[in-house]
């Protein structure tokens, strides 16, 4: 039987590409999402992966969600917390509502899944978390103390966690994008951009695929020693 998988945030541009990616791998998804109805719509018409609406900063949304999708797709195997949101500013500018909510979607929503599902992970003994960290988690960033803060917590979350299902079978691992070729990115003022790629080594944005790929690994059956760990895809632009 195929694993069951659900990404948060995954009907687009990093998270599309994971769940393509698991999709190819025979594994079973399901890609959770927030806003855009239209869009979803035609990615489920587009690849066959089912949308569900809810928002993973919401605790009782992801239970009731996770306990649907259970429900109706079969017990949840994998979990890709993937949803996130910016709110840049420098903390003068900064409101207590950009703080808040950029740590109750990035970091809370971990939680919020993990609360839902790591118990029947640990009940059927095999499980896979993977936590979508950021370079900006390990390096900082100037103007985003929320989000930096929110992404390192993330990779303080994955470590804890890991150690709750090590002996259990159930892996938590994180993965820490560079900056990836998605229209979040595509965003950045050009000046700001040529300055962010020449500071990376290899000289160019990473693509989404290369996290899929990671992700790929984590939650395969081949990655049952690999826990607690995070994954630096960043073209070598911070190395620790």
């Known amino acids: ?48 992966i089912r949308t569900y609406k809810w928002d993973v900063g919401d605790h009782q949304a992801c239970r009731d969600g996770c306990a649907r999708v259970a429900e109706e797709v079969g017990p949840i195997d994998i979990v890709v ?31 919020n899944m993990a609360k839902a599902c790591f118990p029947g992970m640990v009940d059927r003994g095999w499980g896979r978390i993977v936590n979508i960290g950021s370079i900006n988690g390990q390096a900082g960033q100037y103007g985003q103390v929320n989000y930096a803060a929110a992404k390192s917590g993330i990779h303080g979350f ?11 079978g159930v892996t938590v691992n994180a993965i820490a994008p560079g900056y990836i070729d998605t229209d979040m990115v595509a965003a950045v003022p050009a000046p700001v951009l040529e300055k962010i790629v020449a500071k990376i080594p290899v000289g160019r944005l990473g693509q989404a695929h290369e996290i899929a790929r990671g992700v790929s690994f984590l939650c395969s059956e081949d990655a049952g020693f690999v826990t607690g760990s995070t994954m630096s895809i960043n073209g070598g632009q911070h190395m620790y």
């Open 81 to 111: 917390n993937n949803a996130g949101i910016t709110r840049d500013g420098t903390i003068a500018r900064m409101t207590f509502e950009d703080w808040s909510d950029v740590m109750r979607i990035n970091l809370g929503g971990c939680f």
């Open 1 to 48: 039987m195929a694993r069951i998988a659900i990404v948060t945030g995954g009907s687009r541009g990093i998270g599309e590409a994971i769940s393509l990616r698991l999709q190819a791998d025979g594994i079973t998804v399901v890609a959770n999402y927030a806003g855009n109805d239209e869009k979803a719509k035609a990615f489920t018409e587009r690849t066959g």
């Open 158 to 168: 994955t470590k804890a966690l890991a150690q709750e299902g090590a002996k259990k």
